[in-house]
């Protein structure tokens, strides 16, 4: 028997990974970052040399690539890449790579059997909720204005604000607006704005929906 799937979907910085860890931690079950996928597959592109657009050659490598994306540590054909897909080479090339449909399809597949080995577990990502588990026990959608995901990104990485806030408008852009799998959200989703939110604060409000639904209750 499966246990429960929390499919949690959302723009770029809203605060999905802090939220994804926290709610399995809460539940004890495991948790998937899909965009480190997407980010893994990227960064073996490029140090393959391969042009993040020629779609056959990417999909070449997304077969090839050895990775382990694992909650605390990402493997990439035996390389620890955990610090360089958030760098910023991989975070410009990366949605090229996210909106080739084969990739797509390849990292849906392993997407689903690492749910299915697991026996649930929390999933993060853009369409976990519209396209991965459509019949997901809870989906989330976190968002949070531009500004605030731009505010949130410099006080940990460093950087200058409106320039972070002019490279998500535009992040956001390509994934809500390409042909396979856009950013949406999904008619069943709990929308959580945590805009003015702490940490603290979200982490509660999600945990009081997960509570709220007895998902994962009774295991
Ligand atoms: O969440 P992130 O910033 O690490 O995601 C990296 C990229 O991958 C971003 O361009 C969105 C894309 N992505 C996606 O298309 N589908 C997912 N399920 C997860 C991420």
């Known amino acids: 028997m499966t246990g429960p799937v929390i499919a949690i979907d959302g723009p770029a910085g ?11 931690d809460r ?11 997407y980010r893994a597959v990227t960064f073996a592109v490029l140090r393959r040399g391969v042009d993040p657009r020629d779609e056959e050659a990417v999909l070449g490598v997304a077969q090839t690539v050895e990775m382990t994306v694992g909650e605390e540590r990402v493997m990439v054909d035996g390389v620890d890449a955990t ?10 090339a990366v949605s090229s790579v996210a909106a080739n449909p084969a990739v797509r399809s ?10 299915v080995t697991r026996g649930g577990g929390v999933v993060e990502g853009r369409d976990i ?34 320039e972070m806030e002019a490279s998500i408008i ?30 603290d604060e979200v982490v509660a409000a999600v945990v009081a929906e997960v509570e709220a639904r007895s998902v994962g209750g009774g295991r």
């Open 106 to 115: 390849l990292l849906v597949d392993a997407q689903r059997s690492w749910v």
């Open 83 to 92: 610090r360089e897909i958030r760098g910023r080479e991989v975070t410009s």
């Open 129 to 162: 909720g519209t396209v991965v588990f459509p019949d997901a026990d809870l989906k989330l959608f976190v968002t949070a204005s531009p500004r605030v995901r731009a505010e949130r990104r410099v006080a940990e990485a460093g950087g200058d604000v409106d």
């Open 170 to 199: 535009e992040r956001d852009r390509l994934d809500s607006t390409r042909e396979t799998s856009p950013l949406a959200v999904d008619p069943a989703a709990v929308t959580l704005d945590t805009s003015g939110l702490s940490i």
């Open 27 to 37: 539940l004890g079950v495991g948790y998937l970052d899909t965009g480190a996928m």
């Open 14 to 24: 809203a605060g999905k990974s802090t939220v994804g860890r926290a709610v399995a």
